[in-house]
């Protein structure tokens, strides 16, 4: 990463001494992005404009992107970038470059970089640097804005129902509602799910437990207002009798979960016999 900027450049082969900037000239590049306090997995744009303010021109002009003595891409992936740009691409692994080709005196270009944070982001904040360099010149390093990383939250709520139908005893499914509140989508979600003691297992949606009760419901990802059902089968046998309770908990998920008392549901049925249950 550069750390600081070139004095002086090199014009075919000929030292060349910057003109001084005067007062009335832009910064040699700005930027600026559409959200500076993003979350995981969001996608964010960064709008770099680099002005050739020097008396000649820069050949094999670059925009670049930094992070202050980090690696940007320990917060952002580079998703694409567009505008006056031949390409775009990541730099000793650590910022992001886009080629302008040649860049006459007293000329622009505007790059918009297209960045997604990265799902294992860094959390701490940082600040972004921006500069416009060349292979014969390189401008000072500037500050870009500060960005804060907000976690994600998606609040996970379970419930659960149950309905009993006759089959020589009496046999209950266990409906399991996974819901999830947002406001992000949530992955990597599982709810364990336990049918009752006095009943044997007879299926499930999910996957059961060696030949225990109980079964993992595994949801790989659910969208922000989306829900999901699966369900778990119990027999009764002839002397089963009392109460019949199922419970189903979120044991994980991600992001964060900021509501605990919506991850647990429990259904309960109660049983004469084995022919005589009602939930």
Not at 54 to 78: H, I, P, R
């Amino acid at each position: 990463m550069i750390r600081a900027a070139l004095i002086t450049g090199i014009v075919g082969g000929t030292l060349v001494v910057p003109m001084t900037a005067s007062a009335e000239d832009p910064p040699s590049t700005t930027v600026a992005v559409s959200s500076v306090a993003p979350s995981p997995g969001e996608t964010i744009t960064a709008t770099q404009t680099v002005t050739n303010i020097e008396g000649f021109t820069l050949v094999g002009a670059q925009a670049a992107m930094y992070a202050l003595d980090q690696s940007l891409t320990d917060w952002f992936e580079l998703v694409s970038c567009s505008g006056a740009t031949t390409n775009c691409f990541v730099a000793d692994g650590q910022n992001f470059r886009a080629a302008l080709g040649d860049l006459p005196a007293g000329e622009s270009r505007t790059v918009v970089w297209t960045l997604r944070v990265r799902d294992d982001t860094r959390t701490d904040p940082f600040r972004m640097r921006i500069q416009l360099r060349a292979d014969n010149f390189a401008f000072p390093i500037l500050d870009g804005p500060r960005i804060d990383i907000v976690p994600g939250v998606a609040d996970v709520a379970v419930a659960m129902t149950a309905a009993v139908k006759l089959v020589g005893t009496a046999r209950i499914t266990y409906t399991i509602a996974v819901k999830n509140n947002g406001p992000d989508p949530a992955t990597d979600v599982r709810v364990v799910a336990t049918g009752p003691a006095a009943t044997a297992y007879y299926a499930s949606t999910c996957t059961r437990v060696g030949t225990t009760r109980t079964v993992n419901c595994d949801i790989p990802s659910l969208a922000s207002g989306a829900t999901v059902t699966r369900t778990l089968t119990m027999n009764t046998g002839m002397l089963t009798a009392g109460v019949l309770t199922a419970t189903a908990q979120r044991t994980a998920s991600s992001p964060n979960d900021p509501v605990a008392t919506n991850d647990t549901a429990s259904r309960s049925c109660r049983a004469l016999t084995g022919l005589i249950v009602t939930c």
